[in-house]
């Protein structure tokens, strides 16, 4: 058999690039604003003429082409944004590809003026099928205008698939409201046969959106915004009263580009939890910036689809600050908020001032010992006890007394059935305690009297509670505060671990977990402050457990993480050992948006009424 193989013929080639990159007539106004975009336009014109089908019409006031460039254009892979390969991990333009204009020239009629500011006179090109019919020079503004007709008009199998008119337009404003949004600064029109659609003026986001959206949606935006060393996050979401039957108030952004993401859908659609009517989708406006070599936008040729380095640490920012902001507006219907008045404020809260929360722990302990004495050495532990004293305080933990205390004097509880059960260590505290009205049963319970009888409060869930709760808050905002081991702990790691350990190690390293890894060995350098020594190593247990079950609930790596760190710091020896003590782990309890329920959904306090009270009496 002979040869058979030959190059396609460029009109070929181009038609079959057109059958990627257009796929109806919104991908035309899609890459034509985008185009116009990077040439730096400030204001842009669309016109439209029976959902595209007629006339696609874009004039913008960029930079123009010289005589030249407006020729070269229409080839294939002819592109003025890319040069070199490392060019595509540091792009800031919309377009990169150089495919649209020979995609477009290949399946339309298209007419193109254009000018640059240093010539007077600009050019026409009118370009059918690949092929130039007609090039002239012309009297044009600065900047340059496409007129798009007889879309597909050599592709009947794709002329034939358009849908109803009323589709097909409502994909091109789709595709121009993703624009509009992603460029505020922009003048912008769409006009439909003869109907203006948009006339949107230069605004700031919040009423870009209100512009595009309706007039009421200014009072049901709440603000989002959020920077990190990794990413920065800034929009709107939509109150999840006016979530929508539809998914149609969704958008996401990075560098200006929106994108579509059903992963951070996911994160922004779980932080809604619970507070959205069945059928509702949450609405968002969310723009990320992310180190352009961070991100790969040469998926897919439409550029919807965008590879993120760090998913996974993105997912949970977007997660926690949507949170934080349902939370902070008080949109969250929080069951704690209807059962607050039920349980009332402890008396000793209400009763006195509030006190600066203290909590009193053992610096001196020793793991390596089984009985301590308090200060007796920091040897051992790998960190000082200023250390500790600093990071407790900077999580929010309270003030802690590092005075020396009698040790001797302690009552230890030698049998906490259910603290053992759960594997905390008991507590230890002062034998007064039970003379004054707040105090500790068996080493586990405070127990204080409230305006309707007795609350009881788990003492280990709710220091659980207040460490994930101060964590989870500010972990996104800075770094939580790690403490550097004087001897760094060791610890052999499979395959799959040290996999986990690099995927999430920018996440890890904002939770105080610094290390590296060498062969399989994996040395931890720094942890976080509110860890002791003797439960670091549990708590690493404790992430790759979390982090390596696989599911994930699609990637909620924080609040695992989180709740890990929260799980080894509430081991954390404590001595209750002043009624002041108690009253400033209530109050910090009760600072948590939810002092309920632990983060692990255990229940943290109990109440007895005086109605139950009473009836043991009867
Ligand atoms: P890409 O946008 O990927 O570079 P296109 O086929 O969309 O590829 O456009 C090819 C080139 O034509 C662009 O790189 C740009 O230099 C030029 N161009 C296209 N549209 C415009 C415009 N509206 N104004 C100025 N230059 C343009
Ligand atoms: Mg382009």
Not at 68 to 85: G, I, P, W
Request: aromatic share 8%; proline share 4%; glycine share 6%.
């Amino acid at each position: 058999m002979s040869d058979i193989i030959k190059l396609l013929p460029a009109n070929i080639a181009n038609q079959i690039a057109a059958g990627e990159v257009i796929q109806r007539p919104a991908s035309v106004v899609k890459e034509l604003l985008e185009n116009a975009i990077d040439a730096g336009a400030m204001a842009i014109d669309v016109n439209i003429k029976d959902a595209g089908k007629t006339l696609i019409q874009v004039v913008d006031n960029g930079n123009g082409m010289s005589p030249s460039d407006a020729l070269f254009c229409f080839q294939r892979h002819a592109t003025s944004k890319v040069s070199t390969a490392e060019d595509l991990f540091s792009l800031t333009t919309k377009g990169f590809r150089g495919e649209a204009l020979a995609s477009i020239a290949a399946i339309a009629h298209v007419e193109m003026k254009t000018r640059i500011a240093s010539n007077d006179v600009g050019q026409a090109i009118l370009i059918e099928g690949s092929e130039i019919k007609r090039k002239e020079d012309v009297v044009c503004p600065i900047g340059t205008s496409f007129e798009v007709k007889n879309l597909f008009y050599n592709v009947p199998a794709r002329r034939n698939f358009l849908k109803r008119e009323s589709t097909e337009f409502k994909h091109i404003q789709d595709e121009f409201d993703r624009i509009a949004l992603a460029h505020p600064d922009l003048y912008l029109t769409l006009t439909h046969n003869g109907s203006e659609i948009y006339n949107l003026h230069p605004a700031v986001l919040r009423k870009r959106i209100v512009n595009i959206f309706g007039v009421n949606s200014n009072d049901r935006l709440v603000p989002i915004e959020e920077s990190t060393e990794i990413v920065s996050l800034k929009g709107f979401i939509l109150k999840p009263e006016h979530a929508r039957k539809t998914r149609g108030a969704q958008f996401l952004f990075v560098n200006n580009r929106f994108f579509k993401s059903s992963f951070f859908n996911h994160a922004v659609t779980k932080a809604f939890d619970g507070l959205l009517k069945q059928g509702a989708f949450p609405g968002y406006f969310l723009y990320l910036s992310v180190d352009t070599q961070k991100i790969d936008v040469n998926v897919h040729p439409t550029k919807t689809e965008i590879k993120f380095e760090e998913e996974k640490f993105i997912y949970s920012i977007l997660l926690s600050s949507i949170k934080q902001a349902l939370g902070k507006y008080n949109i969250a219907p929080t069951l704690e908020f209807e059962q607050e008045t039920s349980f009332d404020i402890p008396h000793t809260m209400r009763s006195k001032h509030t006190v600066e929360p203290t909590i009193h722990i053992d610096t001196g302990f020793n793991p390596f010992k089984t009985t301590s004495r308090p200060n007796s050495a920091n040897s051992g532990t790998g960190k000082t006890k200023e250390n500790i004293t600093k990071g407790i305080e900077e999580q929010g933990f309270g003030s802690v007394d590092t005075s020396n205390s009698d040790w001797e004097n302690f009552y230890t509880i030698e049998e906490e059935s259910d603290n053992i059960k759960e594997g905390y260590p008991p507590i230890n505290m002062d034998d007064t305690m039970e003379n004054i009205s707040t105090f500790i049963v068996k080493g586990s319970y405070i127990i204080t009297p409230s305006k309707s009888g007795l609350m009881m409060i788990h003492v280990r869930r709710a220091i659980e509670q207040i460490v994930y709760s101060s964590i989870h808050r500010s972990f996104i905002i800075k770094p939580i505060d790690s403490q550097k081991l004087l001897f760094p702990l060791e610890r052999e790691v499979s395959i799959n671990e040290i996999n986990l350990w690099n995927e999430n190690s920018s996440i890890l390293k904002q939770l105080g977990y610094h290390g590296e890894i060498k062969d399989n060995l994996l040395k931890v350098n720094s942890v976080p402050a509110v860890i002791q020594e003797e439960s670091i190593s549990n708590s690493l247990d404790e992430i790759f457990q979390g982090i390596g079950f696989k599911e994930l609930e699609k990637g909620d790596i924080a609040h695992t993480l989180v709740l890990a760190i929260a799980k080894s710091a509430a081991m954390k020896k404590i001595n209750m050992n002043t009624n002041e003590s108690i009253q400033a782990l209530i109050n910090q309890l009760f600072q948590c948006e939810n002092h309920t329920y632990s983060p692990r959904n255990k229940k943290i306090i109990e109440t007895i009424t005086l109605d139950e009270i009473q009836y043991k009496f009867k």
